[in-house]
């Protein structure tokens, strides 16, 4: 857990420091002021869910898969809540919103499935 703790700060900041500097040269109708809250949301979401998916893996591994795609789909469900509500009352920011917000799921999301799968690897597989 620490490992990837560790991990998802140092790519939470450097996320954060190249969002700055794009947003920086960008014009001003092309930022979104929440993109330092977006990124705490993923950093936290992402966090509690390896949290849980530590905590399962010593189950079989068809119920992990279970319980990976059910938290899978409920994290696709808020995160499609948090859209709505933002867009709901910014529809100006649409645009630079939704593009933020998908290429922090993108990253956020490759370092969440990468972690996972390296939980349910035997130990002598991730030696190899």
Known sequence: MK???IKMVIVTLIA???TFLVFHKLGENMQTPAWPWLLLFFFGSNSFLYFLFTRYKSS???SFANFFM???FLKLIVYLAVI???LLFNKEEAAPFLITFLLYYIIFTGIE???VTGLQQ???EKTK
Do not use: I, N, W
């Open 3 to 5: 490992k990837f703790l």
């Open 16 to 18: 954060g420091v190249l």
């Open 60 to 62: 079989k591994l068809s």
């Open 70 to 72: 059910l938290a899978t």
């Open 84 to 86: 709505v509500v933002y």
């Open 113 to 115: 499935v990468a972690s």
């Open 122 to 124: 035997k130990p002598s």
